[in-house]
C-alpha cells in the first residue's frame, strides 16, 4: 500500500486524522510576538536570554576556493538549533491556545526539538508528548524522559513519515493535545527568517554570500535563511543537503538505515513542503553517514570543535561547493548541534579502525 502523504493539507484529513490546514507562509507575522508568553511564564526569560546570537564562524576551506563561515547553533541553551523552533513553537501555542482546558504540547522529532521541549516543559509545566524515532540515542532519551515529557519510540524503519503519521495518531484518540506539526507550521520558518537569518546578515561584514547550505529535515532552517538572506542577495545558491541513505524527494520508501542526524527525506516522492514551496529552485546534495561521521573527527582535529553528524555533513557540502568557486565567493553554512556522546563514539571507533 503506498503510505499517505504525511504532509498533505490538500483534504484536511488522513488515515491518521485531521490536519492543521496552515497556509505555509511565513513573515513578520508568523514570528509570534513573546512578549505576553514571557509574562505568563517569567522562567522563560533565562532561556530567551541565551537563545540565537551565535557566532559565524569562519571554518577550514579548500585552498583556492571559496571562504566558508558557518552558523554555530550549538551555543543555543540545550546545544540545538531547535531551541530557537521550540521557543517560536512554544510562543505561538501559548498565544493562541483557548481555554478552558489546560495547554498541552504534542508533536514528533527526530530528536532535537524534543529536547529542546523537555527544556520549556520544565520551565513552563506545560504537559509534552513526542512520537520519536525507536533509534534515538540512548543519553538524549534518557535526558527527554527525565524531564518529563512522554515519549512514543515509533520503528526507525517508518522514517520522519512514521513519527508524523504516530502524533497524528495521538491527536485523533486525544484531541485535547495541540498538535504543533512542525513540518508545517509557519512560526518554524520564520524563526529562522527573522532570527537566524537576520542575524547571519549583521555578521557578513560587508561580505557577500554566494550559496546558503542546510541540511533539511523539516527545512525551517534551510528555508526560512534563505529568503532573509536573498532579500538582500537575489542571487544566492540555495543548496539543501540529506543523508544519501534517504535523499530529498527520494521516491524510495523509508528505511531504517543510520543517517545523518535530524535530517532525510520523506519517501515516496514527498517533499518538504517548506522547502517545495519557498526554495523551488534549491540545489540538493546528499551525504553518507560514514561521510559525516569521518568529516566530525577531520574537523575536530582542524580546529579543536566538537560538530554534529549534520553539521559535519554540511560542513563536507559547504567544501565541496567551495572547491568549486573562487576566493572572493562565500558559502555559508550552519552547525546545528555538536553531535550526541553515541555519535562520537562511533566516530571514534571508525576512525580508530
Ligand atoms: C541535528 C539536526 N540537524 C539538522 C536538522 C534540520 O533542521 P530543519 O528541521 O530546520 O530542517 C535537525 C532538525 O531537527 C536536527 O535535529
Known amino acids: ?149 512522554r515519549v512514543d519510540p515509533v520503528p526507525v524503519e517508518r522514517g520522519i513519515a512514521g513519527i508524523i503519521d504516530r502524533a497524528f495518531a495521538v491527536k485523533a484518540e486525544d484531541p485535547s493535545w495541540t498538535l504543533l506539526h512542525q513540518m508545517r507550521n509557519k512560526a518554524n520558518v520564520a524563526v529562522h527568517e527573522w532570527t537566524t537569518g537576520r542575524e547571519i546578515l549583521a555578521q557578513l561584514d560587508g561580505r557577500r554570500p554566494t550559496h546558503w547550505v542546510a541540511a533539511i529535515g523539516t527545512g525551517g532552517t534551510l528555508t526560512g535563511v534563505a529568503r532573509a538572506l536573498r532579500r538582500e542577495f537575489p542571487e544566492l545558491v540555495v543548496v539543501g543537503n540529506t543523508p544519501d541513505e534517504m535523499p530529498y524527494g527520494t521516491d524510495g520508501p523509508p528505511n531504517g538505515l543510520t543517517k545523518f542526524a535530524g535530517s532525510g527525506g520523506l519517501g515516496h516522492g514527498v517533499r518538504q513542503p517548506f522547502v517545495a514551496g519557498l526554495a523551488a529552485d534549491a540545489r540538493h546534495r546528499s551525504v553518507e553517514y560514514g561521510g559525516a561521521l569521518d568529516a566530525m573527527v577531520r574537523f575536530e582535529a582542524l580546529t579543536g570543535l566538537r560538530i554534529g553528524t549534520s553539521a559535519a555533513a554540511n560542513w563536507q557540502v559547504a567544501w565541496e561547493t567551495a572547491a568549486s568557486l573562487g576566493p572572493d565567493d562565500l558559502v555559508v553554512t550552519v552547525f546545528p548541534d555538536a553531535g550526541a556522546a553515541e555519535e562520537w563514539e562511533r566516530a571514534y571507533a571508525r576512525a580508530a579502525s
Open 1 to 149: 500500500m503506498t503510505r499517505a502523504d504525511p504532509t498533505d493539507t490538500t483534504d484536511g484529513t488522513t488515515e491518521a486524522g485531521p490536519r492543521m490546514t496552515e497556509p505555509v507562509t511565513a513573515g513578520p507575522a508568523g514570528l509570534p510576538d513573546d512578549g505576553p508568553v514571557l509574562d505568563r511564564h517569567p522562567g522563560l526569560r533565562y532561556f530567551r536570554a541565551r537563545l540565537g546570537g551565535t557566532t559565524l564562524l569562519d571554518v577550514p576551506a579548500p585552498a583556492g576556493g571559496a571562504r566558508i563561515a558557518a552558523k554555530c547553533e550549538f551555543e543555543n541553551p540545550t546545544g540545538s538549533v531547535k531551541d530557537r523552533v521550540a521557543y517560536a513553537l512554544l510562543c505561538r501555542a501559548v498565544l493562541e491556545h483557548e481555554g478552558p482546558e489546560p495547554l498541552k504540547l504534542l508533536d514528533y522529532s527526530g530528536g532535537s526539538l524534543v529536547r529542546s521541549f523537555g527544556q520549556l516543559g520544565r520551565i513552563t509545566g506545560i504537559p509534552m508528548r513526542f512520537a520519536v524515532p525507536s533509534t534515538i540515542p540512548e543519553s538524549w532519551l534518557r535526558q527527554i524522559t527525565a524531564s518529563g515529557v
